[in-house]
């Protein structure tokens, strides 16, 4: 499971260091993908199975539905870590996320989130969290 938010930079080159315990987690390869909100979504290889059979199994009669799955998969890259613990994220995710320099990563339990430092403050939920929580009771939470 993913959590905990860390704060990076990405070199001018586009590499950007992976934390050591999300390394844990995904070995020496896994997959980065346009996400919501902005940022970038990564799974480690058994999760991105799991969702590219859900994607798989999307009506391909439903508008939407293509639409999305053209979403994740189009824009989705396999990457590799280096020795070092980078990664380098391909320019087309980081034109869409707006990645230059600084990046925080999120933890979201099966996943982590590859934000733009300046999009990350500004959509924080920090100041709305009581609100927030209280729409979650009506999805069980």
Not at 25 to 41: A, I, S
Not at 45 to 62: D, G, M
Request: contains cysteine; negative net charge; proline residues 2%.
């Amino acid at each position: 499971m993913f959590m905990g938010e860390y704060n990076h930079t990405v070199d001018e080159k586009g590499r950007l260091i992976i934390p050591a315990k999300y390394r844990e987690e995904l070995g020496n390869e896994f997959v980065v993908t346009k996400g919501l909100d902005g940022c970038l979504f990564a799974y480690g290889l058994s999760e991105w199975q799991v969702l590219e059979e859900k994607l798989r199994a999307l009506p391909l009669t439903n508008k939407d539905a293509r639409a999305f799955a053209r979403f994740m998969l189009a824009g989705a890259a396999s990457v590799e870590i280096d020795k070092q613990g980078r990664i380098l994220l391909p320019q087309v995710l980081r034109n869409f996320a707006e990645i230059e320099k600084e990046v925080v990563l999120i933890g979201v339990a099966s996943r982590f989130e590859i934000w733009n430092r300046t999009k990350w403050e500004e959509n924080s939920i920090d100041d709305n969290v009581e609100e927030l929580a209280e729409k979650m009771e009506n999805l069980g939470i």
